[in-house]
């Protein structure tokens, strides 16, 4: 698309030369520019800009086409030689309470049984989940901490929410010591902080945000490595890609878009707009090969990223609330799902159906993760409590072998 | 939205009011005089004063004012923050505020990014090199026009007294930091998605049912694991018997291994096994490279440079002790890559290792003599038994926290952090 004739060119540059150098001020750019006050004739800005959009529908059509063209199989067909599942029963092992007030995000330490917490009230508590001791708590000086992540070595915890920014505690081994003393601002948003996670190392820290972008941060310098543009509104989540070059992530947003994105280049290189409301979680697929989102709409997805294309829906008429957190059991044969009618629904990824559904929470179901080595899940909840579940047995380690099964533990 | 940008707006036009604004006066930039600049402290004061805001409020508000792009720094461009101290900011003309509606088109940005490449080599930061080109091919037929634009524009601006260019250029450095436009959005990214290679559903699908099944066992959900699960049992066993550490790993930890080089890798037992294994083969120096540039990868931003100095001095300097066999293509990308060192810089060496390494190396360990011996000696717990009195609970063990694991290493001189060096650390970690 050729914005500039070749007579324009030179109408512009004579325009160039004839404008006086106090015209500095003011910007001498704009003739350079579509904008229409300081525009000649010859450019019709609002033309141009249809014919752009209109060219930008074209093409998605043809996309979607494309896409639609390697489409030769659903999931759930390539699933029928699979064994079902039959029901889970899922039972609740550690209740963990302590804070005051809605608890909105929380994350596991590599050591398979620490986890970090968040609430509305500003508290940030670090716990023992296995033996339900606090180990350590600060208070943020704001509201809504929204977002908080452990560190891959387990030695500090960042977090933050309406304060826009994400800072990172050390934890210190001295009980007496004051966290907030050492406290490290990182991360400076326009806006509230949604999500954050180190990356593969202490020393970086990814970042989302209502202000609409990501951004990648050194911690050391607080330097702003990489930002990511391109969501159009809030963005509320994201995961790193478990890959072999561990270079890219993928975040959704209040723009019902999910977007895969290039940590290097700042590009977005994949976006998949199926869901009809905010995303307000997104998890990839153990293998790194896709991943699933959680939306308002009331539906999780899981979209393929060599396919290029939302492959399954999971959703049921009977729930109709929105789904705030998904993540998937260690063979990802499961989707585990929290959502804002105080449940938690659990999927056969393969096959499409619900094996569980889990009552207990007595509020909106705001954080879910599953334990690094699979062994539980954690559940967050504006009911003020975090609860660890994992399945019933009738041994300490062997599951019922049909949907009906006595003495389970 | 809008109405935020109109209220940040009046703030600014109260600022600059002649009676009750802000007291303007020269500021000094390194050995140029610039006029009409304020310092953070003075914004912060001014907006105290005139609010009867906290100070607290006054550096937020301030703070939105830079990150919105209405007042810009003079000192340290690239980082919009409001520093209460003597840092000179200044006013950024009307033209380039947020709120105006004009989209910062790809036009504009490409005569911003041809005109810094003109003016110095290698002004432009990553992002900026990987936008140019993009748009170099994207709007290659009006090439001429933007190289033309630049270069007038250039010539223009060194007509300016040195105090006008300087400020001329932050005003559009600040702009642009703000408002550069997703070059690859939405034109570009549907032209490149249109011609993307993808895979059939069939095949893809196909590919969920192979892994869940090859992970079935490993998913203690799924499967259970033993001896016991810890959450269940209160025995924590399972997490013991698993750790960095162990003497014998278990045997669903050996054959995991042999999924794919990511899960040897990613295990650091894994990885110390074929370390060994390489250097039977004399091909150690791979991994070390790997482990290198992962680490450099990682880092902190402020040992990159020296990073990259030892990466090449141990492993792509000739002669170095550990060189590693790279195309010469490759070789020469990297050598040349290195003289402007940054975090992303061994990206294609180590990726062509990597793939070295997972298709020749990693198929004849798991053939080899010393994984079989791994696999044949690791342990497959026994469940374990029920006690006489099944309800009574056992207590739950405390675990010494990972924070003084760590501390008790890096007392020892090592260094802190998940990065690839794994911790000889004796104590029964649960990490």
């Known amino acids: 698309v050729s914005i500039y004739t070749p007579d324009l060119q030179n109408i512009l540059s004579l325009l160039f030369f004839l404008l006086p150098a106090s015209a500095l001020t003011t910007g001498i750019y704009m003739i350079f520019s579509t904008k229409p006050e300081m525009a000649t004739q010859e450019i019709q800005p609002n033309e141009t800009l249809t014919n752009l959009k209109a060219e930008s529908d074209t093409l998605k059509t043809k996309l979607e086409d494309e896409r639609a063209k390697l489409h030769d199989v659903e999931l759930h067909q390539v699933a029928e030689k699979v064994d079902g599942l039959g029901q889970f029963i899922m039972k609740t092992r550690r209740t963990l309470k302590g804070h005051g007030n809605k608890v909105l995000c929380m994350d596991w330490c590599k050591d398979k049984r620490r986890i970090v917490s968040s609430s509305q009230d500003g508290k940030v508590i670090v716990w023992d989940a296995f033996t339900t001791n606090k180990e350590h708590a600060v208070t943020m000086p704001c509201t ?115 977007n895969v994105w290039d940590m290097r280049s700042g590009q977005c290189i994949q976006s998949f707009e199926t869901h009809e409301s905010d995303i307000n979680s997104v998890r990839y697929y153990p293998s790194g090969d896709a991943f699933a989102s959680g939306s308002d709409d009331a539906t999780c997805r899981l979209y393929d990223l060599r396919a290029d294309r939302e492959v399954a829906i999971y959703s049921k008429e009977s729930i109709i609330f929105g789904a705030s957190s998904v993540d998937f059991s260690l063979s990802g044969r499961l989707l585990f799902g929290g959502y804002n009618d105080y449940t938690i629904n659990v999927w056969d990824v393969l096959k499409g159906t619900r094996v569980s559904i889990l009552f207990g929470h007595e509020n909106r179901v705001s954080t879910l993760r599953l334990s690094p080595d699979g062994t539980a899940f954690c559940s967050g909840s504006w009911d003020h409590t975090l609860r660890v579940r994992d399945r019933g047995v009738i041994t300490w380690a062997t599951f019922p072998k049909g949907p009906h099964s006595q003495g389970e533990r | 939205g809008a109405s935020f940008g109109t209220g940040m707006e009046r703030v600014i036009v109260a600022m600059q009011d002649p009676d009750m604004g802000m007291k303007m006066r020269n500021q000094r930039l390194l050995i140029t005089v610039i006029p009409h600049a304020m310092t953070g402290n003075d914004v912060i004061e001014w907006l105290i004063q005139k609010y009867n805001i906290t100070e607290e409020e006054a550096r937020h508000l301030g703070g939105l004012l830079v990150q919105y792009g209405y007042i810009y720094p003079l000192r340290e461009p690239r980082s919009l923050l409001l520093r209460s101290d003597d840092s000179p900011y200044r006013f950024q003309t009307p033209y380039f505020w947020t709120s105006s509606r004009w989209p910062a088109t790809e ?325």
């Open chain 1, 144 to 258: 809504w901490v929204m977002a908080c992540a452990y560190a891959p070595s387990g030695c500090a915890v960042a977090c933050g929410g309406l304060d826009n920014k994400c800072s990172v505690y050390p934890l210190s081994l001295d009980k007496n010591e004051n966290l907030a003393a050492k406290k490290k601002s990182v991360a400076m948003h326009t806006n509230y902080l949604s999500a954050c996670s180190f990356t593969n190392s202490d020393m970086q820290i990814l970042t989302s945000s209502g202000d609409g972008t990501c951004a990648l941060w050194d911690v050391e310098s607080g330097q702003l490595l990489q930002s990511f543009h391109g969501h159009a509104a809030d963005v509320l989540c994201l995961d790193l890609a478990p890959s072999e070059t561990g270079n890219t992530f993928v975040s959704g947003g209040c723009d019902k878009k999910a």
């Open chain 2, 107 to 431: 036009l504009d940005y490409a005569i911003y990014l041809a005109k810094k490449n003109i003016r110095k080599q290698g002004e432009l930061v990553d992002y900026e090199k990987e936008n140019y080109s993009i748009l170099h091919k994207r709007i290659n037929h009006t090439w001429d026009f933007v190289v033309m634009q630049a270069r007038e524009q250039l010539r223009a601006s060194k007509q300016r007294r040195k105090a006008d260019r300087i400020v001329l250029e932050c005003q559009e450095q600040a702009y642009w930091l703000i408002n550069k436009p997703c070059v690859n959005m939405p034109l570009y990214y549907h032209y490149t998605t249109l011609g993307r290679n993808r895979v059939k559903s069939s095949i893809c699908l196909e590919s969920f049912m192979k892994y869940s099944e090859q992970y079935l066992h490993h998913d203690p959900i799924m499967s259970g694991c033993l001896p016991s699960n810890p959450w269940i049992s209160d025995d924590t066993s399972h997490w013991t018997i698993n750790t960095d550490m162990v003497g014998i790993p278990t045997r669903l930890r050996v054959e995991r291994w042999s999924f794919s080089f990511m899960e040897l890798l990613n295990d650091s037992m894994g990885r110390r096994e074929f370390m060994i294994y390489l250097e039977k083969e004399f091909s150690a120096e791979n991994l070390c490279f790997w482990v290198a540039c992962e680490d450099l990868r990682h880092g902190e931003s402020s040992k990159i440079i020296l990073k990259v100095e030892e990466v090449y001095k141990n492993f792509l300097a000739p002669g170095a002790a550990r060189w590693v066999n790279i195309d010469s293509k490759t070789m020469e990308r990297t050598l040349e890559g290195i003289k402007r060192p940054h975090r992303f810089i061994m990206d294609d060496a180590q990726m062509h290792i990597y793939f070295l390494m997972k298709k020749y190396s990693y198929p004849r360990y798991l053939k080899s003599e010393l994984y079989k011996n791994m696999l044949a000696k690791a342990i497959v717990p026994q469940e374990t038994k029920k006690s006489v009195f099944p309800f009574m609970r056992r207590q739950r063990h405390s675990s010494p926290s990972p924070a003084m694991v760590t501390q008790a290493t890096e007392d020892d001189g090592k260094a802190k952090g998940a990065g690839p060096t794994g911790t000889s650390s004796t104590t029964n970690s649960q990490i």
